[in-house]
């Protein structure tokens, strides 16, 4: 019964900044890895960025590395997106995502199919 619930997400100017939150509800084992994946209309979902929870090694897609950063939250399975810099393209539905299982990567770690879990997303919209 394990659950990601997102929260954070709205709208902002070009330029200007927003942090998500992803938490894990109830009780759960420290997962492998968590993820921000994010979707925008008639778009493919896309790996953002990743943290390994038990090195803290983070990855970011090259569309927003050097703008988001990935960190880990005070709870066990929680873990804040800061996003600076903002774009219009980075407007999109942002999903949280967590590696329960621990398998070796198949793809990658920011590749869809590598996670178990996800929550239900929250907007970010970024215009003027």
């Known amino acids: 019964q394990v659950q990601l619930v997102e929260s954070g997400g709205g709208l902002v100017q070009p330029g200007g900044s927003l942090g998500l939150s992803c938490r894990a509800s109830?009780?759960?084992?420290?997962?492998?890895?968590i993820a921000w994946f994010r979707q925008a209309p008639g778009k493919e979902r896309e790996g953002v960025s990743y943290?390994?929870?038990?090195?803290?090694?983070?990855g970011y897609a090259n569309s927003v590395r050097g703008r988001f950063t990935l960190s880990r939250g005070s709870a066990k399975n929680a873990v804040y997106l800061q996003m600076d810099s903002l774009k219009p393209e980075d407007t999109a539905v942002y999903y949280c995502?967590?590696?329960?299982?621990?398998?070796?990567?198949?793809?990658?770690?920011?590749?869809?199919?590598?996670?178990?879990?996800w929550g239900q997303g929250t907007q970010v919209t970024v215009s003027a």
């Open positions: 109830g009780d759960t084992p420290q997962y492998y890895a």
């Open positions: 995502a967590a590696d329960s299982i621990g398998s070796s990567w198949h793809t990658g770690p920011l590749g869809l199919d590598e996670y178990n879990l």
């Open positions: 943290i390994n929870t038990y090195t803290n090694e983070t």
